[in-house]
Structures are given as structure tokens and as C-alpha cells.
């Protein structure tokens, strides 16, 4: 914010920027290498960590991606995921379970609801901004909680149960880890390409320029609400993506899923990674997730660390992990 | 006489039993430029405000090129050809000001839905986005991020995405405000310039500006028109000199 104008005579040597840098898909040679960085991590950790515990990070980092594209690029901070998250955990388990549904068709409805539920939460939310907007969504995730105790269809304290995994295309049989393993980190690495692909595209052009100024956009001719609105489903749709894959990992939706504590963690998620960058939700997630996992013998005081990471990120690092590195690179990541 | 291209008719607008404006009735002819002028609080923001859509009037009817805009939202106003540029530059900070004016310059496109290409199939506006830099004076400046621009260069980087629209009907709402006498200078050129071609509406309280460029001024006071005509009809008007400097000079 405070760093002075470029001044017209300093500028003989041309910066690299996003006008003359040369792009493939999306990726400039910065992102490219921090992808191909990534895409080797996701390869190799499998030889020195437990594949479950990469697997569940992995459906964060899709989780952690959809709500960047909201908060990080279209400015809208919701704090009702746990709502899309849990809807998606819950129909795919459902169809999984109960319909007998193929993992691949689990996973759809799992998303298209989540979707759905997002098209209605998001046409009520984006009536209001900033922390109306918030407290609408924390309300409207507090209800579906509510929900998810009260009916049969979760099984209440239970969840559901036993979720089969089974075969891939009626082909890869995906109750061998490592299949499962390799499906899912293809799958993580799509989306993190298709998520820098929308946001390094006209599409998401637009939606920073709502992120920057809505009003002067909606100046411009351009249908702001339509576009939160779009933004809001999309993101929806991927969170409800994410727990179905999680619920396919580990046989199991229950109301941990649709918690406000989900909603928490994923905001801590980009807080940590970087918001309003692409690869934020991949380093917040494997921050974020492995406290947890290495903490977890330690119980309370798990929370507590948390808590002070999440109170020095916001005071001290609010740009992130990724945003500072982005700031020293001066490349978008 | 040329043919009208605003014509607003009892346009009022009520915020509680206050009426900031009231019964406005303005005829913009085709190609002219003209002033709104008053003291403070004279309403002539809130004019804009309902002539732009971004507020919604209490009664009255605003046609341009005979169809109705009034009641429609602000950014099918801005479809239809009528444009603002704001009082408090705005702009899109994190962008570069080469990527405001590209922004605008997209929305002529129908690309705003495309998140499956990339953001490069814009750089086919540069040029374009360039040119309009140029005419501003920023074209040294592309490549800045526009939250960082000094406050003389924010302003002409508005002007310059308002006008990537190619708007029929541009509505400036105090274009020199804040500036200083070169830049004033500068964007007085700039606006008779562009001027050509398309109809203008403008907010100055810099009165030598309005003198100099507009063809037609309309003054309100207390949210209603006490004059109008040509600069130097409504400045020997009584009542316009009332307003401006209160009874005891009239």
C-alpha cells in the first residue's frame, strides 16, 4: 500500500509483468515451477508419510481453493463452508451407502448438491456485504447443522456409516490405498490448475475487479450480484467436491464434517497459505493440516496453538506464507 | 435545434421527508456539453446518482433516446451508452492502470463469462488500452499499479475507463476537482476533445472550466432548477446569484 509511484524516468528497464510475461494454460514460468514443485511433493511424500494423511490434505487443499476463489477473489468472506462442505460429505456418503452409487456418481451428487445449496444460500447472502454477508452465512451453516442432528437421513451422532469405496469406473478398484492415493493426487493436482486457470482468465478478471470495486464495476456495466452469485456456486460446488472425496477416503460423513469448525479451518487455511493467491490453499493446507496431525497427541492444547498461530497470522503475516513470498518475487503466485 | 438525447421529467428523490432533489426536468441535446451547477447540497450528485441508476429515484422519468432507463440498475444503464466517472476517483487499486482501462475495454466483448481462456486472449485490447493511456497523458504509467498512482493521474485514469466504454452519454462528476492548474488545463483539452461525437454532462464547481467549455448550464438549488440557459444568460441571473452568495448581493 505504502510503496511510492514507479516514476516515469525509472522505469527504462521494463518490468516483467502480467501484460509482456508469456503464459502456458494459465501458469507464467513462476507459477509453472511452483506447480511442478508441488506436483513432485505430491509424488514423492508417499515414500515417507502415511497416504491417508496426504490424501485428507489433499481434499483440503481443493476445499481451501474454493473458498479462495471467494474470499481471494471475489471478496466475499463467508463463514457458513461447513454447510456446502457437509452437504456433499453427506449425499455422497448417502450414495454411496445407501443408493449404491459408483464412487465417480457419489462424488457428482455429492457436488451438484452442494451446488445447489450454494445457488440457494448465495441468492439469499449476496443481498448484503462484509459482515452481514458473514453472519448470514454463519447462520444459514448454524441451521444446516441443526438439521444434519435432527434427521434420520445423517444418522445423527453416527453419521454414515461404512461408506464403500469402490471401483473407479466399475475399473480401478479403490479400496487398495495406493490406487486411491494416485486418483486422488491426479485429481488434486487438476484442480489446482483449473482454479489458477479461472482466476488467470476474462471470468476472473471480473471477478477482482468486483473484489477491487464493486461499485465502479457495476459503473462499467457489469452485473456484480450475477457474478457473486456465479462465483458463490462455483465455490460451492468444490467444497461439496472436496468432502465427497474425503468421504470416499475415509468411509465416513458425519456432523464433524458440516461443524462450524469446518468453516474455521478453512478461513485459518488461506489466512495461513495466502489469500487471494493460487497456491495459498496448497501451502495452508499442508501447514495447517499437519499441526493437527503431529499435535494431536497434545489434545486441548491443540486448539490453543491455533488459536496463537491464527492471532499472529492476522496481526503480524496477514498476507500469508505465499503472499509474502509473492511480495519478495513480485510474480502473482 | 439538434435532437434530444437525455430528457428527464420530474425526477425527485426523497430521503425521509428531505427532498434532495426535486421535480428536476432536463433536456440534453445530442452532442452538447453541459453544466450542473449550484452551491453545496444543491442535489446535483444525487442527479447523477438517478440519471446513472445507482440510486433509485422516488418519482419521475428519465428517457434516453426516448426508451425509458429509469428503474433499471445501474450496469444496464451503462450497457445502453451512459456512463460516469465518479466525484472520488475510482478505480481498480490492484490493477495496473493499463488493466483498468483493459477492463472496461472487455466489457464490449461478452468475454465476462469466459474462465476457460486465459487472460492473455486479452492482450489484444493493449493497444486499444494504450491508446487511451496516451490521450491522458499516463501511457508512462501502464504498468503501476493504479492504488499507487499520484491523485492528478487517478483521476485522469477514471476518464480514460469511462471512456474505454465508447459511452454516447458521459457523465463527469467534477472531472477538475482537487486537481492543479496544468492538470486542470489538461483535462479541460481532454474533455472537449472527446466531447466530439458524443453528448456530455458535467458537475463543476470550477466556474472558469464551465465557461470555457459548456454550451449549455443548468443550475439547481435546493434540489430544484432556478436557471438555465448559457453560461453568461445564467450568471446575470438574479436569482442564481442569490444562491450562490445569499439574498443580501442579489
Redesign the interface.
Known amino acids: 500500500?505504502t510503496?511510492?509511484?514507479?516514476k516515469?524516468q525509472d522505469?527504462e528497464a521494463?518490468?516483467m509483468?502480467?501484460?509482456t510475461t508469456p503464459?502456458f494454460?494459465?501458469f507464467t514460468p513462476a507459477r509453472a515451477a511452483f506447480f511442478l514443485v508441488f506436483a513432485a511433493v505430491v509424488a514423492l511424500s508417499p515414500l515417507v508419510l502415511y497416504p491417508i494423511f496426504l490424501m485428507k490434505i489433499y481434499c483440503f487443499i481443493i476445499f481451501a481453493c474454493a473458498y479462495n476463489l471467494l474470499l481471494g477473489y471475489t471478496g466475499l468472506m463467508s463463514f457458513g463452508h461447513a454447510a456446502f462442505f457437509g452437504a456433499g460429505a453427506y449425499l455422497c456418503g448417502h450414495a454411496a451407502a445407501r443408493w449404491g452409487l459408483s464412487p465417480e456418481l457419489a462424488v457428482l451428487s455429492g457436488t451438484v448438491f452442494a451446488g445447489l445449496l450454494g445457488l440457494v444460500f448465495g441468492w439469499i447472502a449476496i443481498r448484503r456485504q462484509g459482515l452481514s454477508f458473514a453472519m448470514i452465512t454463519l447462520a444459514l451453516a448454524q441451521m444446516m447443522y441443526f438439521i444434519a442432528l435432527k434427521v434420520p437421513f445423517t444418522g445423527g451422532e453416527d453419521g454414515i456409516q461404512g461408506v464403500p469405496r469402490g471401483h473407479l469406473f466399475g475399473i480401478i478398484d479403490l479400496s487398495s490405498n495406493t490406487a486411491l492415493y494416485w486418483t486422488l493426487a491426479v485429481i488434486v493436482l487438476a484442480v489446482v490448475a483449473l482454479y489458477n486457470?479461472?482466476v488467470?482468465?476474462?471470468?476472473?478478471?471480473?471477478l477482482?475487479?468486483i473484489r477491487?470495486?464493486p461499485?465502479?464495476?457495476?459503473?462499467?456495466?457489469?452485473?456484480?450480484d450475477r457474478?457473486k452469485l456465479?462465483s458463490f456456486v462455483i465455490s460451492a460446488a468444490m467444497s461439496g467436491f472436496a468432502a465427497s472425496l474425503k468421504t470416499v477416503v475415509f468411509g465416513i460423513a458425519s456432523l464433524t464434517d458440516i461443524s462450524v469448525n469446518v468453516s474455521t479451518e478453512v478461513v485459518l487455511i488461506n489466512l495461513v497459505g495466502g489469500i487471494g493467491t493460487i497456491f495459498g490453499p496448497v501451502a495452508g493446507s499442508y501447514i495447517i493440516l499437519s499441526l493437527e496431525h503431529f499435535l494431536s497427541p497434545y489434545g486441548p492444547w491443540l486448539l490453543l496453538i491455533q488459536g496463537l498461530v491464527f492471532i499472529m497470522f492476522v496481526l503480524v503475516f496477514r498476507q500469508g506464507v505465499v503472499g509474502g513470498l509473492q511480495k519478495k518475487l513480485k510474480s502473482h503466485l | 435545434m439538434t435532437q434530444t438525447v437525455l430528457e428527464v421529467r420530474g425526477l425527485t428523490r426523497r430521503f425521509g421527508a428531505f427532498k434532495a432533489v426535486d421535480g428536476v426536468d432536463l433536456d440534453i441535446a445530442e452532442g452538447e456539453i453541459h453544466a450542473l451547477i449550484g452551491p453545496n447540497g444543491a442535489g446535483k450528485t444525487t442527479c447523477f446518482n438517478l440519471l446513472t441508476g445507482s440510486l433509485p429515484a422516488s418519482s419521475g422519468t428519465i428517457r434516453l433516446r426516448g426508451e425509458t432507463i429509469s428503474g433499471l440498475g445501474m450496469d444496464r444503464i451503462a450497457q445502453r451508452g451512459l456512463v460516469r466517472s465518479y466525484q472520488i476517483s475510482s478505480i481498480f487499486p490492484d490493477f495496473t492502470a493499463l488493466n483498468n482501462v483493459r477492463f472496461a475495454l472487455q466489457q464490449g466483448r461478452r468475454t465476462n463469462f469466459d474462465f476457460w481462456r486465459s487472460e492473455l486472449s486479452l492482450t489484444g485490447l493493449n493497444d486499444a488500452a494504450m491508446g487511451l493511456l496516451d490521450d491522458l497523458g499516463l501511457s508512462d504509467w501502464a504498468e503501476v499499479r493504479a492504488g499507487d498512482l499520484p491523485y492528478g493521474r487517478k483521476r485522469a485514469l477514471e476518464i480514460a475507463t469511462t471512456l474505454a466504454l465508447d459511452p454516447q452519454v458521459l457523465l463527469l462528476d467534477e472531472p477538475t476537482s482537487g486537481m492543479g492548474r496544468e492538470d486542470i488545463g489538461r483535462v479541460t483539452d481532454l474533455i472537449r476533445k472527446v466531447a466530439a461525437g458524443r453528448t456530455v454532462v458535467m458537475v463543476e464547481h470550477n466556474l472558469p472550466v464551465v465557461k470555457g467549455l459548456c454550451e449549455r448550464v443548468t443550475v439547481l438549488a435546493r434540489g430544484q432548477v432556478i436557471a438555465r440557459g448559457t453560461y453568461d444568460e445564467v450568471a446575470g441571473d438574479p436569482r442564481v446569484v442569490e444562491a450562490y452568495l445569499g439574498k443580501a448581493h442579489a
Open positions: 500500500m510503496s511510492p509511484a514507479t516515469p522505469r521494463p518490468r509483468t502480467e501484460r503464459q494454460l494459465g486457470r479461472i488467470h482468465s476474462p471470468f476472473g478478471q471480473v477482482r475487479a477491487n470495486n461499485e465502479r464495476a457495476r459503473s462499467l456495466g457489469v452485473n456484480v457474478f456465479v
